[in-house]
């Protein structure tokens, strides 16, 4: 049953509450402050929605008498209090929802410094130790409450599949119960300011990462201790960003196919992986000098390093026999991949082997089966040798400002898109001649580069020349960025 347009209704009518057959109920946005007692009497009621009654306080006690009731969303719903003691009697319930999913109007994410700016937004502060009676809850979302604490009777949920508590600003812990969360897939506890930072999703479950760029310093700041968390088995995705030296042991992770660690600024050593994991992104953890042996990885598809300052060589890449997809940027000190060449799936890699201090890079025989290069402000690069790259079908350099030259030696078969933009002293590029294939080119404002008619005379190619005192008016537009 559902309550049509009724925004200016403060309460429900009796009549509905004595539709004891009914088992669907929708009054959202309604100006009801309480449901009264009388809708215990709805034994047969399996869903209750009631999103945005911006008024709505309190269930009353006799709502535990819907024992048939498999959901409840009470979302949007700002100043609610708390559930019932005795909502563990609701031994079918299956979906418990409650806050926000989204931010509140009003708010915004500080995209710069990674925190979020809001409000005091929901009054829910409290969870029943009851609520551990819940055997089949699958799913319990409380975004954006006042909740300070879950209780330990959490870890009795046995079907428990999703538990948002994203943005709950005054959680000050999460209790241990929640390794014996076996079904667990999902932990959302992002932007949890009182834990000392966001919490990510943790693969399907969700770790804190700490608000690096707080005013605090790292040592004033309180932080959820990582190395002593036993993490649930059935873990699909994991994000995580921590404040810690290590992180907790990762290998039992049987079930894990995605494992993210970002921003975490004392991580100097990352611990064994387990072994069916099939993407794995490392970015901006300044301290990491060394990462984990990959040679069981043999499932992995997709590597990602970013911003790890610190990091010297990548070992073992012999061992990631799916690999396809290698993206290394931004990793100055990072000089030796032991193992590239055997690497026979890849391909794909943006700058796999170019940092902002190179001068000159020669792509090795290893990279043969690269079919995607992209190579974006490296400021510091003045020689590019794209020889063996017989693979290659897309190359795309722009805003390398010392740039002179890019060299090829032999034919590039197949190669199709060429761009080349805003490199400031390129001078040579291979001629047209080499590129048997190629069917698209932009050549962008790069005032030095010569042999520019020889490109302009191939009839068969799709052009674009921008930039240069020689070119008259490009013959097309086109772009890969």
């Not at 319990?140 to 999703?162: A, C, H, M, V, Y």
């Not at 300044?286 to 610190?310: N, T």
């Not at 690069?381 to 190359?395: A, G, M, V």
């Not at 002293?425 to 047209?432: A, D, F, G, L, N």
């Amino acid at each position: 049953m559902e309550e049509f347009y009724c925004a200016d209704l403060r309460e429900l009518p009796q009549e509905m509450l004595k539709l004891k057959e009914l088992k669907e109920l929708i009054i959202d946005e309604v100006c009801i402050e309480k449901i009264p007692s009388q809708i215990g009497y709805l034994i047969k009621l399996e869903i209750l929605c009631a999103q945005r009654c911006k008024s709505l306080v309190r269930l009353p006690d006799s709502f535990s008498n819907l024992v048939n009731l498999s959901t409840l969303d009470l979302r949007y719903c700002p100043k609610f209090e708390k559930f019932p003691d005795r909502i563990g009697s609701l031994m079918k319930l299956q979906r418990l929802l409650l806050g926000n999913r989204h931010l509140p109007y009003g708010e915004y994410q500080d995209l710069e410094t990674h925190r979020y700016l809001d409000k005091d937004y929901y009054c829910f502060h409290h969870i029943p130790h009851s609520i551990g009676e819940l055997k089949l809850l699958t799913e319990l979302r409380l975004t954006f409450t006042k909740i300070s604490e879950l209780p330990e009777s959490i870890g009795n949920l046995e079907s428990l599949k999703i538990l948002d508590i994203a943005r709950c600003t005054e959680l000050i812990s999460l209790p241990g119960t929640i390794s014996k969360l076996d079904k667990l897939e999902e932990l959302d506890a992002s932007a949890c300011k009182s834990l000392g930072g966001k919490i990510l999703r943790l693969g399907n479950l969700s770790c804190r990462e700490d608000l690096l760029h707080s005013n605090t310093s790292p040592s004033s700041r309180q932080h959820l201790d990582l190395t002593n968390c036993d993490l649930p088995n059935k873990l699909s995705i994991l994000e995580v960003t921590c404040q810690n030296c290590t992180l907790p042991r990762l290998s039992h992770l049987i079930d894990l196919k995605e494992l993210k660690i970002q921003f975490c600024e004392l991580l100097e050593s990352i611990p064994m992986l387990p072994s069916r994991i099939l993407k794995l992104g490392v970015s901006w953890c300044c301290k990491l000098k060394e990462l984990p042996s990959l040679l069981s990885l043999e499932l992995l598809s997709k590597l990602s390093i970013e911003g790890c300052s610190e990091l010297i060589e990548i070992k073992d890449l012999e061992g990631l026999k799916s690999l396809g997809n290698l993206f290394l940027s931004k990793c100055d000190k990072l000089s030796n991949l032991k193992g590239f060449e055997h690497l026979e799936s890849l391909r794909k890699s943006d700058a796999p082997f170019i940092n902002d201090d190179a001068s000159q890079v020669q792509c090795p025989g290893g990279f043969k089966s690269l079919d995607f290069v992209s190579i974006d402000s490296c400021h510091s690069l003045e020689r590019l040798d794209i020889s063996q790259l017989t693979h290659l079908k897309h190359l795309s350099v722009y805003n390398c400002k010392s740039l002179v030259e890019i060299k090829c030696h032999g034919r590039l078969k197949n190669l199709i898109i060429l761009f080349i933009g805003r490199c400031d002293s390129i001078e040579t590029i291979p001629p047209p001649s080499l590129f048997d294939n190629l069917n698209l080119v932009t050549l962008e404002w790069c005032p030095k580069l010569r042999d520019v008619q020889a490109w302009r005379k191939s009839k068969q190619l799709l052009i674009e020349l921008q930039g240069h005192s020689e070119l008259s008016r490009p013959v097309a537009s086109w772009r890969s960025y």
